[in-house]
Nanobody, 114 residues
Framework: QVQLVESGGGLVQPGGSLRLSCAAS????????MGWYRQAPGKQRELVAY???????NHADSVKGRFTISRDNALNTVYLQMNSLKPEDTALYYC????????WGKGTLVNVSS
């Protein structure tokens, strides 16, 4: 069974940085695309970034130049490095993996506030 567990969220001041991690189990991690979505209060879930099995990445325009997705296949982990955080980045961040169907983690909360 595929399981995804996110970590690394928390409270950070505007301009600060966080690194989110998503640890996968139950799957040959390196074979599948993975990514991050976020959902802010009262808003729809939006795609933040994804990374293919070959390492190709794509980032939403709202985070380009500030966030970077990466993966470590040896550790079965995908990361989201978030720099220059803004209050509008406050959201619950979810990791996903496309393995026949889409699997989701339970999310980790990022709160950007002074």
């Amino acid at each position: 069974q595929v399981q995804l567990v996110e970590s690394g969220g928390g409270l950070v001041q505007p301009g600060g940085s966080l690194r989110l991690s998503c640890a996968a189990s139950g799957v040959i991690f390196s074979a599948y695309p993975m990514g991050w979505y976020r959902q802010a209060p009262g808003k729809q879930r939006e795609l933040v970034a994804y990374i293919t099995s070959g390492g190709r990445t794509n980032h939403a325009d709202s985070v380009k130049g500030r966030f970077t997705i990466s993966r470590d296949n040896a550790l079965n982990t995908v990361y989201l490095q978030m720099n220059s955080l803004k209050p509008e980045d406050t959201a619950l961040y979810y990791c996903y993996a496309d393995v026949a169907r889409r699997y989701w983690g339970k999310g980790t909360l990022v709160n950007v506030s002074s």
